[in-house]
């Protein structure tokens, strides 16, 4: 079982449901392309933020490692990435990896629950620990 994120450059939506819509245009754009664009500077800059967190899984980064694959700069496509992290350490690494997000400038969005983390109201870079337990009861 694997825990999913998105991750993209624009403005962030004012609600959860202005969020899963944008995710959805996203996330159409990921299915239809053949050759992926090569991603562009923020997110190749966030991408790299959580690799020097935690190495690719071909890196030798074995327990330590949240990523479901590798390599992880290949679910970058232009302006977005969509990635998975393993279930067992998705509470603490993925609050990580959408603080991260939000200290780029970039949108973090959660596909399960379609919602926006850190969630609508929160912080920009505000603790999402008490939503994920939420979330996960």
């Keep these: 079982m694997s825990y999913d ?15 899963a819509e944008t995710y ?37 980064a074995g327990e330590e490692s949240p990523w479901a694959d590798c390599p992880l700069m290949s679910n970058a496509d232009g302006d977005a990435v969509y990635f998975s992290m393993v279930w067992t350490r998705a509470e603490e690494d993925s609050e990580f990896a959408a603080e991260v997000a ?19 109201g929160s912080a920009a870079g505000g603790s999402s620990r008490r939503w994920f337990r939420r979330r996960r009861s």
């Excluded at 994120?5 to 969020?19: F, I, K, Y």
């Excluded at 200290?103 to 399960?112: A, E, I, K, R, T």
């Design 24 to 60: 959805e245009l996203v996330m159409s754009r990921f299915e239809s392309e053949d050759n992926p664009a090569e991603p562009t500077p923020r997110i190749r800059a966030y991408v790299e933020a959580l690799l020097s967190r935690w190495p690719d899984l071909d890196a030798d």
């Design 102 to 120: 939000a200290q780029h400038g970039l949108v973090c969005f959660d596909p399960q629950a379609e919602s926006l983390r850190p969630p609508v």
């Design 5 to 19: 994120l998105a991750v993209w450059d624009g403005p962030r939506p004012e609600s959860d449901a202005a969020a």
